[in-house]
């Protein structure tokens, strides 16, 4: 018998990406493949890519010069690169990079295994990227593919692909096309199967998901039903917890723009979601968020997480923030600061802006930020959402707070490791064997930044999922 031959998925970019490679493995795997432990051990490696920002670009030319080396030492790998870093340069990746078997984009995941088989049976470099997705052919969702969960009991469902804002920093609408809603009914059916496989937490994705569904109701209206055009992530919220084994309901990201009363009532009103919410700010400058498109102002913003704090009790916020937009002052940063400091965030992704060719921030190069003055306000800024998340964290001692667990801590195996409802990591000692995918109360002993620390009280709900993963002990 031969071996089976082995693949190995490198994901660079956001959860969306990451649900994406899921399904690329698992089409690998239906197609006979079995998973490596790393790119050395593999016969196909697949670079699934981002370009949110410049140095998501270089690491995959430096990741690509590796594979290189390793092609030339065994000339029967195959090496696949799709994302939407291949979708954005998929002439500049042939180009610099010959040894590619296959380039794919964002809109053909599901063709992977097919390209794969066309570069093997012709010797040559295969390319296809599609302009958009076909929205009639459901093999196009992601979701409606097969998965390799990269673990059992929590799972990733699209709920929305694409993105039809125009953020005028942000390249994902060039390399996501327009936004495309998933009937409720359907991802209401893929979370009924994931919890009968023992799923407990699900996250819901799209890249503005407070529109979900504006685009199925619109088409629905214009079928000649009597429907109001109006998003329902609502609706989805409420029909998601309601699934019996669900624990658990997160997602990201809505656009504060968007984040309307139904969707805090729904999240209010619906146990099963976490107190969670993820609301990128971007800028804390009127100004800027009106050279952004961001559709807010910061009192606004400000507003409606006030409405989403009064109605969610112990609602942790979570944000995404931009430094140095073209033409930023010291008195829009200054505002950025102040906002932030009022949001009082848990924690924050903050970013130094990265000019991406194609979008419209990056024609200003006259007013780009000089990098020392960024590189300041960036430090100044970190400073800020470090003492309001510390504060966060330090309010949670002595309280007990209930964890699914995740595993033991990477540094420290006798560790314990596992996410509060807020999405809160907490070390505990691991006393007693827990199956990870369990779910256990911890009492918060002591604070950091970035984690708590806690010991076990005891495991409320064992794991139910049907893989069998080894015994945790301490
Ligand atoms: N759809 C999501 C954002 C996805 S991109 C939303 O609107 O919330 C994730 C984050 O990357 C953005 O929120 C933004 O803060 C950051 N980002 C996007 N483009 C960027 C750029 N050109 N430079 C720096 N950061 C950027
Ligand atoms: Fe980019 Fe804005 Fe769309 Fe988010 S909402 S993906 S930042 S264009
Ligand atoms: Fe990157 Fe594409 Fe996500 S650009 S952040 S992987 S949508």
Same mark, same amino acid.
């Given at each position: 018998?031969?071996?089976?031959?082995?693949?190995?998925?490198?994901?660079?970019?956001?959860?969306?990406?990451?649900?994406?490679?899921?399904?690329?493995?698992?089409?690998? =795997?239906?197609?006979?493949?079995?998973?490596?432990?790393?790119? =050395?051990?593999?016969?196909?490696?697949?670079?699934?890519?981002?370009?949110?920002?410049?140095?998501?670009?270089?690491?995959?030319?430096?990741?690509?010069?590796?594979?290189?080396? /390793?092609?030339?030492?065994?000339?029967? +790998?195959?090496?696949?690169?799709?994302?939407?870093?291949?979708?954005?340069?998929?002439?500049?990746?042939?180009? @610099?990079?010959?040894?590619?078997?296959?380039?794919?984009?964002?809109?053909?995941?599901?063709?992977?295994?097919?390209?794969?088989?066309?570069?093997?049976?012709?010797?040559?470099?295969?390319?296809?990227?599609?302009?958009?997705?076909?929205?009639?052919?459901?093999?196009?969702?992601?979701?409606?593919?097969?998965? @390799?969960?990269?673990?059992?009991?929590?799972?990733?469902?699209?709920?929305?692909?694409?993105?039809?804002?125009?953020?005028?920093?942000?390249?994902?609408?060039?390399?996501?096309?327009? =936004?495309?809603?998933?009937?409720?009914?359907?991802?209401?059916? =893929?979370?009924?199967?994931?919890?009968?496989?023992?799923?407990?937490?699900?996250?819901?994705?799209?890249?503005?998901?407070?529109?979900?569904?504006?685009?199925?109701?619109?088409?629905?209206? $214009?079928?000649?039903?009597?429907?109001?055009? $109006?998003?329902?992530?609502?609706?989805?919220?409420?029909?998601?917890?309601?699934?019996?084994?669900?624990?658990?309901?997160? !997602?990201?990201?809505?656009?504060?723009?968007?984040?309307?009363?139904?969707?805090?009532?729904?999240?209010?009103?619906?146990?099963?979601?976490?107190?969670?919410?993820?609301?990128?700010?971007?800028?804390?400058?009127?100004?800027?968020?009106?050279?952004?498109?961001?559709? !807010?102002?910061?009192? @606004?913003?400000?507003?409606?997480?006030?409405?989403?704090?009064?109605?969610?009790?112990?609602?942790?916020?979570?944000?995404?923030?931009?430094?140095?937009?073209?033409?930023?002052?010291?008195?829009?940063?200054?505002?950025? /600061?102040?906002?932030?400091?009022?949001?009082?965030?848990?924690?924050? !992704?903050?970013?130094?802006?990265?000019?991406?060719?194609?979008?419209?921030?990056?024609?200003?190069?006259?007013?780009?930020?000089?990098?020392?003055?960024?590189?300041?306000?960036?430090?100044?800024?970190?400073?800020?959402?470090? @003492?309001?998340?510390?504060?966060?964290?330090?309010?949670?001692?002595?309280?007990?707070?209930?964890?699914?667990?995740?595993?033991?801590?990477?540094?420290?195996?006798?560790?314990?490791?596992?996410?509060?409802?807020?999405?809160?990591?907490?070390?505990?000692?691991?006393?007693?064997?827990?199956?990870?995918?369990?779910?256990?109360?911890?009492?918060?002993?002591?604070?950091?930044?970035?984690?708590?620390?806690?010991?076990?009280?005891?495991?409320?709900?064992?794991?139910?999922?049907?893989?069998? +993963?080894?015994?945790?002990?301490?």
């Amino acid at each position: 018998m031969t071996e089976p031959r082995r693949y190995f998925v490198r994901t660079f970019g956001c959860q969306m990406n990451e649900h994406d490679s899921e399904r690329i493995a698992g089409l690998l =795997e239906a197609d006979g493949l079995e998973a490596a432990g790393s790119a =050395e051990d593999a016969d196909v490696v697949v670079l699934n890519t981002c370009c949110i920002r410049e140095n998501a670009d270089n690491k995959l030319y430096g990741t690509l010069g590796h594979l290189k080396s /390793l092609k030339d030492r065994r000339p029967g +790998l195959q090496i696949m690169v799709g994302g939407c870093l291949a979708q954005k340069d998929r002439d500049a990746i042939v180009e @610099r990079a010959g040894h590619v078997d296959v380039v794919f984009g964002t809109h053909n995941v599901h063709r992977a295994v097919e390209l794969l088989h066309e570069a093997s049976e012709t010797g040559r470099s295969v390319v296809e990227i599609l302009e958009e997705t076909v929205a009639e052919d459901h093999e196009t969702f992601p979701s409606a593919l097969p998965v @390799r969960r990269e673990v059992p009991w929590a799972g990733w469902v699209t709920i929305q692909i694409g993105c039809d804002n125009s953020c005028a920093f942000c390249i994902v609408p060039a390399v996501r096309g327009k =936004e495309i809603s998933r009937p409720l009914a359907d991802v209401v059916r =893929e979370v009924e199967a994931a919890a009968a496989d023992g799923v407990t937490e699900v996250t819901l994705l799209g890249q503005n998901v407070n529109s979900y569904g504006r685009d199925l109701a619109l088409a629905a209206r $214009q079928a000649g039903e009597d429907v109001r055009v $109006q998003p329902m992530f609502a609706e989805l919220l409420r029909a998601v917890g309601a699934v019996a084994g669900i624990r658990r309901v997160r !997602y990201t990201s809505p656009h504060p723009k968007d984040l309307r009363a139904e969707t805090i009532a729904a999240m209010a009103e619906t146990p099963e979601v976490c107190e969670h919410l993820h609301l990128p700010l971007q800028s804390g400058s009127d100004r800027v968020l009106a050279e952004m498109h961001r559709g !807010y102002t910061a009192e @606004r913003y400000l507003e409606r997480l006030a409405a989403a704090r009064a109605a969610i009790p112990d609602l942790a916020v979570t944000t995404d923030i931009i430094v140095g937009f073209p033409g930023e002052t010291d008195d829009d940063f200054e505002r950025t /600061l102040e906002v932030a400091a009022e949001a009082a965030y848990d924690s924050a !992704y903050t970013f130094i802006y990265s000019p991406r060719p194609g979008t419209e921030a990056a024609e200003r190069t006259e007013d780009f930020v000089a990098p020392e003055v960024v590189a300041e306000r960036f430090e100044r800024l970190r400073i800020v959402v470090e @003492r309001s998340g510390l504060a966060k964290h330090e309010a949670r001692v002595g309280r007990v707070e209930e964890v699914l667990v995740e595993g033991p801590s990477r540094k420290a195996p006798a560790v314990l490791t596992g996410r509060t409802r807020q999405n809160k990591l907490v070390h505990f000692a691991a006393v007693q064997p827990i199956k990870a995918g369990s779910y256990a109360t911890v009492r918060v002993t002591s604070a950091a930044p970035h984690h708590l620390r806690g010991e076990l009280v005891e495991v409320t709900v064992p794991a139910a999922h049907r893989t069998r +993963l080894p015994l945790l002990v301490g």
